[in-house]
């Protein structure tokens, strides 16, 4: 069974940094596009960042410049550097991976979602 497992969140003073940490576990073939997506409250969730297994990225705008996702094809990890951070950026965020193949077949899943807060 494939599980996400998110680590890194916290809180941080504006201007800070945090790296986010998504691991996928389970009987794992492959994974297409690996991401990140945040939710504020009394906002919808949104895309933050996402990186194919060939390293392709898409930014926000709201980070481009400040936000750098990563990926290690052969841990099934995917990562969020985030630096300058402003209060804005407080959400929870959710790791995302897309089409999994596994002994299960191919689905795609969610992790569990990490808190950031960025407050003096």
């Known amino acids: 069974q494939v599980q996400l497992v998110e680590s890194g969140g916290g809180l941080v003073q504006p201007g800070g940094s945090l790296r986010l940490s998504c691991a996928a576990s389970g009987r794992i073939f492959s994974i297409s596009d690996m991401g990140w997506y945040r939710q504020a409250p009394g906002k919808q969730r949104e895309l933050v960042a996402r990186?194919?297994?060939?390293?392709?990225?898409t930014y926000a705008d709201a980070v481009k410049g400040r936000f750098t996702i990563s990926r290690v094809n052969a841990k099934n990890t995917v990562y969020l550097q985030m630096n300058s951070l402003k209060p804005e950026d407080t959400a929870v965020y959710y790791c995302?991976?897309?089409?999994?193949?596994?002994?299960?077949?191919?689905?795609?899943?969610w992790g569990q979602g990490t808190q950031v807060t960025v407050s003096p």
């Open positions: 995302n991976a897309e089409r999994v193949w596994s002994a299960q077949g191919s689905y795609d899943y």
């Open positions: 990186i194919t297994a060939g390293g392709s990225t």
